[in-house]
Structure formats: C-alpha cells, structure tokens
C-alpha cells in the first residue's frame, strides 16, 4: 500500500494535462456508439492508451480494450471503465453534445472512459514510486449487461493474469466533487424482460369482433404496479417499471399483439422469485381475462446480478479517499437500485471490488453552491430530485472540469492505495 505523499505526489501532474483530457472528452460525447458497436471509441482509447506506454490490446469480447503496465513485483490491481452509450436524444444543447442522432452518453461513460485515461496517465508518470501491475480494463456493452462477461469469456484473466482487486467507479447525479461508496450489497440485480400479449385484431369501428391486445396490456401495466405496493414488504424493496408499451400501426386498426417491455430491480433471490412469479402470473391472468387465445410470450432482454462491495476493501479505499479529498466529502450513498456488470470481474477472479460513485453536476443545478450542505439536504429529502436531470435522460450534462479532476483523482487515488510501495 503507498501512502498518502506517493499519492499526492503523482496527483501533482494532473493539472497540466486537464484540458487534453477535457477535449478527449467532449470528442467521446460528440460521438457516442451503442453497446457492442463502440468501434471508434474503442480505437480512440486504444491509441490513447498505447501513446502513453501501456501494452495494449483489442477486440477483447469484442470491442474491449486492455492496458497493461507491468511495473516490477506485487499486486496487480484490475482498473475498470466502461465506454457504451445509450439509445437517446441528446436535448442538453451543448455545444459538444452528441453528433449521432438518437444515440447519446447520457450514463457518463465517455466520463468513465476519459478520467481512466487521466489516471493511467498519471500512474505511468508515478511508475518509480509503485510496484505491481496494473490492469486497465476499457468495456464494452454495460448497458446490455454482457460487456464484461464477454471480456471474461475471452479469457481475460488467462491472457492478462488475474488481479488481487477490482476497482471501478461511476458518475452520479449529485454536486461535484462529492465521493460516495457502499460496503456489501451496493447495486441492485435487474431482469429486463418483453412480454407480447396476443389478441385478435380488426376494424377499429368493431371492437366486438376482436380481443384488443392494447386494452390488455393497458390492464396489465396497471396491475403490474400492485406488485411491489402489494406483495413485497414494507422492509424489502424492489422496483417494477414498464418502459416501453407497443401496439398499433393507425387510429382505427386494433392489432392482434401487444407488447410490453418491463424492468425489473431487487436485492435477494427471495424478493426476485417472488417478483417474477407475479409479473407470470398477472400478464397470463390479464390475457384470460380479456378472452386471449394464445398465452403472452416473454422473454429475457438482459440480466445484471446483484453488485456486492467488499467491506475491507471499501473501508481502505474510502479512508484514501477521505484524505484527498477530505472526509466530508466522503459518504455512503446506501445500496442503488441500478445495476452493474462490473462486479462481474471481481466473482470471476474470486476477489475483492471496490465500487464507488463521484458526483458530477454543478452544485446550481440543487439550487446551492456547497456540496457538503446539498448532500444534508438530498439526504434530508428537502430537494426536488424531478428536476435535477439524472443518467438515462436527454439533459444528464456533467460538468467538465472539475468532474473529470475528481474522477482521475479518485482512480489514481484508489489504484495507488492498492498498488505496491516501491522499494527503495
């Protein structure tokens, strides 16, 4: 472990590279690509990373990205960023927003992307004060759930070595400058599923003559929403969103399907059972009801396990964190309801992860200029969280700097806190 003047010491150089680091930015955002298709992305980090000595290699699950610098014996410490963006219209009308129509970084991975660069740059710098390996992991296809899983299962491990630590942090919608973290349990598992409910279709001018599928999936929106109102307990928790509704071509066609795309968070195995029993048994009993023919078809879109935080590792990396950027900017976000793949990493390795978020908006977004003092407040509900745009929405515009001096200061911080002291 390196103490707190190595990593001061290598922070030092991190002002003189923020404006090339701001401008790879803005050219992420500019050009975002959709999971598994990060093709220019990837290219760009790739040579980005290679320009700064690391061995670097591609198409790693597909468009995966490995950095590796080899520097001397000790642990070898996995550094994660993911680097997919979502299909969204950017509506923050930044001067850099995204170029591509319908495809926007509205989840802060060109963020992600960028401030792991910045740390790997100033790790290398810092190389004489460090020992060990580092293993820069640049993924694909987070939002879909299988980026990871499809680094591991090209051998990740067996071709770059398996490290003794897994490290990744995300963007979050609170003030800059603030670092939150959660020891066990700290995201939610997800299972998106679509479900087509089949009716029997006609002229919109006889309804008699059909079984509207619109109406049924209508009805079993609606009862869908008793699920977690009704059936799990006050003390559990889930959630149950209906994300998208399809149906209909025109005003006066009733179609013969209907279909429904739902998402789904919990934190147990028990609660997930339950909750998916019940999206079965209400999507057939609403078909039923309506008179359908033919029972709905689901099936699964993706699936996230549950992300679980190492105790240890998180109260080592917090406490470094604390003295950098001083323990009242430090806090404890409590478990998320989003979800994760990156913990995917650390269960197949078999070792520690230690997950964190850094806030990235301007403390006037909340209405304030102390981010101690709206973090009180957030936490005390006396803000209106509705209108703060949030990830997966078209205005979620981080701050570029200080947001990416915070995200690389907190890689570099964490990395170095598990990376080897050099011998002297």
């Excluded at 975002?32 to 699950?61: C, H, K, M, N």
């Excluded at 994660?80 to 995204?98: K, M, V």
């Excluded at 240890?312 to 001083?326: I, N, P």
């Excluded at 745009?389 to 570099?412: E, F, L, N, Q, S």
Aim: aromatic letters at 6%.
């Amino acid at each position: 472990m390196t103490s707190i003047q190595t990593i001061t010491s290598a922070l030092a150089g991190l002002d003189s590279i923020r404006g090339e680091l701001a401008d790879f930015y803005r050219d992420l955002h500019a050009h975002p690509e959709l999971s598994g298709v990060e093709f220019r992305t990837a290219d760009q980090v790739a040579r980005q990373a290679t320009a700064l000595g690391y061995q670097v290699t591609t198409e790693i699950g597909g468009t995966g990205v490995v950095a590796v610098l080899a520097n001397g014996p000790g642990p070898t410490v996995l550094v994660r960023a993911d680097f997919d963006a979502l299909p969204i219209q950017e509506a923050t009308g930044l001067p850099y927003q995204s170029r591509i129509d319908g495809v926007m970084h509205a989840c802060g991975h060109d963020m992600h992307a960028t401030c792991l660069l910045g740390a790997l740059k100033l790790l290398g710098d810092a190389r004489a004060s460090w020992s060990g390996t580092l293993l820069a992991v640049f993924q694909p296809a987070e939002e879909t759930g299988r980026g990871a899983q499809g680094m591991i299962d090209d051998d990740l491990f067996a071709r770059f070595g398996t490290p003794d630590i897994v490290l990744a942090q995300h963007t979050a919608p609170v003030p800059v400058g603030l670092i939150g973290g959660h020891s066990g349990i700290a995201a939610a598992a997800t299972d998106a599923l679509r479900i087509v409910m089949h009716g029997h279709g006609g002229h919109g001018s006889r309804p008699e003559a059909t079984v509207d599928p619109v109406v049924m999936a209508a009805a079993t929106v609606m009862r869908l929403q008793t699920i977690v109102s009704r059936e799990i307990a006050a003390d559990e928790a889930a959630v149950v969103t209906v994300g998208a509704m399809r149906a209909g071509t025109k005003d006066n066609i009733i179609p013969d399907d209907a279909e429904l795309q739902l998402n789904i968070r919990t934190f147990t195995p028990e609660v997930r059972t339950r909750v998916l029993a019940a999206v079965d048994r209400i999507v057939r009993a609403e078909a039923a009801a309506a008179g359908a023919q033919w029972a709905p078809d689901t099936s699964v879109i993706d699936a996230f396990p549950v992300m679980v935080n190492d105790a240890d590792a998180m109260r080592r990396t917090l406490g470094a964190f604390g003295a950098v950027f001083g323990n009242d900017k430090v806090f404890d976000p409590g478990r998320i309801t989003g979800s994760e793949d990156a913990g995917n990493f650390a269960t197949a390795a078999g070792v520690p992860l230690c997950y964190w978020m850094f806030g990235v908006l301007d403390p006037a977004v909340f209405g304030g200029s102390d981010p101690v003092q709206i973090l009180h407040d957030l936490i005390g509900g006396k803000l209106d969280l509705k209108t703060v745009p949030g990830p997966h929405t078209a205005g979620y515009a981080p701050v570029v700097d200080p947001a990416i001096k915070v995200g690389v200061t907190a890689m570099t911080t964490a990395a170095l806190t598990w990376l080897g002291e050099a011998r002297s």
